[in-house]
Each structure stands twice: as structure tokens, then as C-alpha cells.
């Protein structure tokens, strides 16, 4: 038997309270309680990377965590990216470099790429491509998504001077 429990979280910077059932993962709650649909669930399995998301600093798969962890965490999913209406630079060399097709991973290798540039602003490809190991693309192969990341790197080097 399940039982309902309010849940205290910081979202992409907002303070929320949700109602989440006890068996209801992370991936769920972002989806059906607090209305960022830009998580994807994937293989609900931990293996394809689409659900990502930073919890407390670090990537998760969001179907694999309990809703209920999310008590007093930190998250960022891909909504959280994007200040207003000006998308970060990983959006932006997403779509110049056409790096994606159906869009059901691109959420998570953007979450994924950000975490990897919040930690070192200038990675190598081998880099890029250990870190984002996790996330798995069927459709566009993975050379773009490689130089989608190295260009915001770059722009992301450029803006800070």
C-alpha cells in the first residue's frame, strides 16, 4: 500500500512542494507533478540516459531515483538551461549543429554536457565522449553531438573572457 507525501525541492531554481505517491520515481514527479515534460524517459532502466538530470551537483537518471530523494535537493533539468528566452549555449550549438533527430536524447546530453562544462570549461573530445558515455543516441550518431558540445565550450570560454 501506497501513501502520499509532500516533497520540498529546488527545481531549476524554484522552490517547489510536490505531492508524489511513494513508489513515484524522480522522472514521474519532474513529469506529472511538476510539469517539465523536457525529461524523457527512455528504458526506465538507468541505461539510455534521456531522463538525466543534475541532483545535487551530479548527473542521475532520473528513473532511477525515488521522487521521495528529492526531499531538500537541488535539480536542474534541460527547462532549468535556458535563461528566459535565451538558450544556453549548449542549446544553441545543438541546433546550429544539427545534433539531434528525434529529440528523446537530446534532453539528457544536454543536462549531461552542461554538468561536464560546469566542471572543466574546456574538454578534450575524449572527454566529451567518457562523459557523456551514459547517454545513448539512436539516431543522429554522435559526431555533431561531440562538436555541439565543443563549440558552447568555446562560447562558453569566450563569454566569461
Given at each position: 500500500m501506497?501513501?502520499?507525501r509532500m516533497?520540498?525541492?529546488t527545481?531549476?531554481?524554484?522552490d517547489m512542494a510536490l505531492i508524489i505517491d511513494d513508489r513515484m520515481t524522480l522522472l514521474d514527479a519532474l513529469r506529472d507533478r511538476a510539469g517539465l515534460t523536457g525529461t524523457k524517459e527512455g528504458c526506465l532502466s538507468g541505461d539510455?540516459?534521456?531522463?538525466?538530470v543534475i541532483m545535487n551537483?551530479?548527473?542521475?537518471?532520473?528513473?532511477l531515483v525515488m521522487a521521495a530523494e528529492a526531499?531538500?535537493?537541488?535539480?536542474v533539468t534541460v527547462e532549468g538551461l535556458a535563461d528566459g528566452t535565451e538558450l544556453h549555449p549548449l542549446q544553441r550549438r545543438f541546433l546550429e549543429q544539427a545534433a539531434l533527430q528525434c529529440g528523446i536524447?537530446?534532453?539528457?546530453?544536454?543536462?549531461?554536457?552542461k554538468s561536464l562544462l560546469d566542471r572543466n570549461n574546456n574538454p578534450s573530445a575524449a572527454e566529451?565522449?567518457?562523459?557523456?558515455?551514459?547517454?545513448?543516441?539512436?539516431c543522429t550518431g554522435y559526431d555533431k553531438i561531440i562538436r555541439a558540445v565543443e563549440g558552447a565550450s568555446a562560447d562558453l570560454r569566450a563569454a566569461k573572457g
Open positions: 501506497s501513501t502520499n516533497v520540498s525541492t527545481i531549476n531554481g524554484e539510455c540516459g534521456a531522463c538525466s551537483d551530479r548527473v542521475v537518471d532520473s528513473c526531499e531538500g535537493a537541488a535539480i536524447c537530446t534532453p539528457g546530453f544536454l543536462v549531461t554536457a566529451i565522449r567518457l562523459w557523456l558515455a551514459g547517454n545513448l543516441c539512436r
